[in-house]
């Protein structure tokens, strides 16, 4: 449905996104993953057809973001980082005005005003003027706005910023809902958020994609090799080269006085270890599996472990 | 067409919404109103004077003496408030980033332009049309020449026309109004006095700053004149505005 291929957006000399190709299928919610100045917004500018792209190409609904624009606003609703509100209309006249701009027919307008101020449940305010009302129900205007022309595709950058925790899982649950007939891409900071809501992910930093695909295939494709992480109230060399004698064990190693043993995936030495454990006395404290999944991935893209 | 009244409509509830267009229009009424009362007072006491003279007072002429002093200082008061009205047209919707709402959305970018247009055309004849009723008072206890007055109000309406499109151009050009104002304002200014320093440019640059000069056109105007020359300048000084204020827009995005 969305299809990014080697998007480069520059501002002056700064390249804010960099050959980013992804892809996102119909009926699907992607989260689009980045740390701050990762380029999430302005990918989804790109998108929405609010600036040009420097180079590159990408498509909505088949359709070519650049040639055919018109057409893709048609079909996109967009909730953009900073609320494009008017803190003097009320939020019925300004969803009145987003209708008209959105070319709804004037015999739908209040039908698609009242569905969009019902999904985002604005029934309570929609009288008062915006600039009196709470940051919570802005975010709702925002999402009802680009609702009201029932798009195919939705864009929504940060949906849930700024918003209490309550709020924070209400909107998830209310994007959770939208899913469907509609393909929605949503950009975060936030991991817990693409885990909860999208199924699949593209993650990006410094413009740059880090890895993309649906979370299963991610999480699976990062597992090449599983293993366990021991505690142990006996440590030493001894220890060390005791678990390296089992047949088939990849690698030891030590790291905060933790041992890590891992093993090529689709095997298993659970068994095995914790029979050495017994055998030899060694005092278990703890065993964990190894995650070594996009949590991982994502933290070490934070912390500036991996560059580029 | 309906996306540009959506626009215009959306801008001029906006106007009348806020304070600005009231605050507008009644300062450009009061002021307006400050000059017309002594201009009318004089007449009125030139009159009762050269009564007594049949000849002289046949030479009276409210037109001359009242109308075209009337609509010098009418647009010299726009000079001042047109700049304030167009301000915050570009600017206002790029630092509230509510400029993201309009140009993803399925309009073009000139429907966006001309509908703000409209939209401050729209509270510049409320403002003329208010100035009227000082005109009916004249109507009613004198007999001044219509056609030159309309001729008047119609020059005016051009002129103002031209301001805001240089007025809208100026506010795609920042975010902040204040700028925008006084950038209009200055500009504005600029192309009125534009000719005092014709003088001393010679040949074909005097002819071309004459021409340029708001000035010129003015004098026309305040005597009820409005030849093609005029209605030309006018014109093109608003598709100039509007155009330039296409090219920055688009070239702003496209950066
Ligand atoms: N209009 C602009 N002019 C110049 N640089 C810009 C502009 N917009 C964004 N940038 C730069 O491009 C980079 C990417 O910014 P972008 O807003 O896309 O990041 P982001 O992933 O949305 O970050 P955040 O999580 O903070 O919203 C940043 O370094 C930013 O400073
Ligand atoms: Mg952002």
Redesign the interface.
Known sequence: MIEVEHLTKK?GELVAVKDLSFKVDEGKIWGLLGPNAAGKTTTM?IL?????ATDGKATVASLDIFEQS??V??I?G?L?E?L???P??TVL?FLN??S????IPSSQKKEAVDKAIGISGLESVRGRLIRNISRGFKQRVGIA?ALIHDPQVLIFDEPTQGLDPAQIIETRKLIKSLKGERTILISTHILAEVTQVCDGVVIINEGTLMASGSLEDLTASFKEKEGVAVKLRKEGKEVLSLFGKIPGVARVSLEDDELKIEWAKGKDFRDEITRLIVEKDLGLIEMRPLGIGIEDLYIRIISGDIEQ | MKNIWAICKKEIKTYFMSPIAYVIITVFLVLVGFFFYPLIWWFNSQSLQLAKNPYYYQQLNINQMVYSPFFHNMSIILLFMIPLLTMRLFSEEKKRQTDELLFTSPISVNQIIIGKYLASLFVLVVMLLLTGLLSIFTFVFGNPELAPVLNGYLGLFLMGAAFIAIGIFFSSLTENQIVSAILTFGALLLFLILNWTSPSAGGMWKDVLDYLSFFQHFNDLTRGILDTTDLVYYLSFIFLGLFLTHSIIQSRRWR
Do not use: A, H, W
Not at chain 1, 100 to 103: A, P, T
């Open positions: 501002y500018r929405t057809g609010y600036i040009p018109n057409r606003k048609k996109i967009y953009p900073v494009p509100l008017y003097e209309m006249s005005f987003v008209e701009i959105k070319q706005q």
